[in-house]
């Protein structure tokens, strides 16, 4: 039901842009999250944005650097990465909470019950 694409191959301090889509299922209603799985390691929490696009929240590591955000219109949520570093290759997965309307940003990803099937993303130094 949710759909990451965006991933790809770019150098040290570029740019990329993830998007999430979703059919059948309302985006508009759900906080929506970005996980990420690196080659080796658990699954790591990237940032979460609420329902309304209010309220967000950035794992340390990507803060001031990722930015998420969302367009209710179109049913997608994104994630906006600059200045990226080696370390941030990973396959990354947008989440949608797993109930609608909740007014909390959660960064645990037992909370989410929608998950799409990830985007692979690389960094090269």
């Known amino acids: 039901q949710l759909q990451a694409s965006g991933g790809g191959l770019v150098q040290a301090g570029g740019s990329l842009r993830l998007s999430c889509a979703a059919s059948?299922?309302?985006?508009?209603?759900?906080?929506m999250a970005w996980f990420r799985q690196a080659p080796g390691k658990e699954r790591e929490f990237v940032a979460a944005i609420d329902w309304r696009g209010t309220m967000t929240r950035y794992s340390d590591s990507v803060k001031g650097r990722f930015t998420i955000s969302r367009d209710n219109a179109k049913n997608a949520v994104y994630l906006q990465m600059s200045s990226l570093k080696p370390e941030d290759t990973a396959v990354y997965y947008c989440a949608a909470d797993g109930k609608a309307w909740r007014n909390v940003v959660y960064l645990t990803s037992n909370e989410y019950g929608y998950w799409g099937q990830g985007t692979l993303v690389t960094v090269s130094s």
């Open positions: 059948g299922l309302t985006l508009s209603w759900y906080g």
